[in-house]
Nanobody
Framework: QVRLQESGGGLVQAGGSLRLSCVAS????????MGWFRQAPGKEREFVAS????????YYADSVKGRCTISRDNAQNTVNLQMNSLKPEDTAVYYC????????????????WGQGTQVTVSS
C-alpha cells in the first residue's frame, strides 16, 4: 500500500507561482512512476504532468508545457510540481498519482491517489 499526501496549494494571482509537493509512504517509491492530475468543478480529472521511475523521463499536458516542471527526489520519497505563470484556468484540485506499471498520462494506469490540494488562481 502506498499513501500519497499533497501540500503546497493555495491562492495566487495570475502570473504567480506555486510549488506542489507530494510525499509518499509505504512501498518502494523509487519504482513507481508518478504524476499530477487536476480536476476543476464540473470537469473530468485531467493529466498535468508525470515522471517515470528510471530513467527519469517527463511528460506534460500541452496546457502546462513550458510553465510547469515535475521532479522527484527518491531519497525523500517526494514528487514536486513547480508551476509558473499561473492562469485562472489552472484553478483546480491537484492530485498526486502513482503507478507501478506505466507512466500515468491518463487516469487508467493510476493505482494510488492522494487526497488533493486546492489551487486557486485569481485574475
Amino acid at each position: 500500500q502506498v499513501r500519497l499526501q499533497e501540500s503546497g496549494g493555495g491562492l495566487v494571482q495570475a502570473g504567480g507561482s506555486l510549488r506542489l509537493s507530494c510525499v509518499a509512504s509505504g512501498r518502494t517509491f523509487s519504482g513507481y512512476a508518478m504524476g499530477w492530475f487536476r480536476q476543476a468543478p464540473g470537469k473530468e480529472r485531467e493529466f498535468v504532468a508525470s515522471i517515470s521511475a528510471n530513467p527519469l523521463i517527463t511528460y506534460y499536458a500541452d496546457s502546462v508545457k513550458g510553465r510547469c516542471t515535475i521532479s522527484r527526489d527518491n531519497a525523500q520519497n517526494t514528487v514536486n510540481l513547480q508551476m509558473n505563470s499561473l492562469k485562472p484556468e489552472d484553478t483546480a484540485v491537484y492530485y498526486c498519482a502513482g503507478s507501478n506499471y506505466r507512466v500515468p498520462t491518463t487516469t487508467g494506469p493510476v493505482r494510488y491517489w492522494g487526497q488533493g490540494t486546492q489551487v486557486t488562481v485569481s485574475s
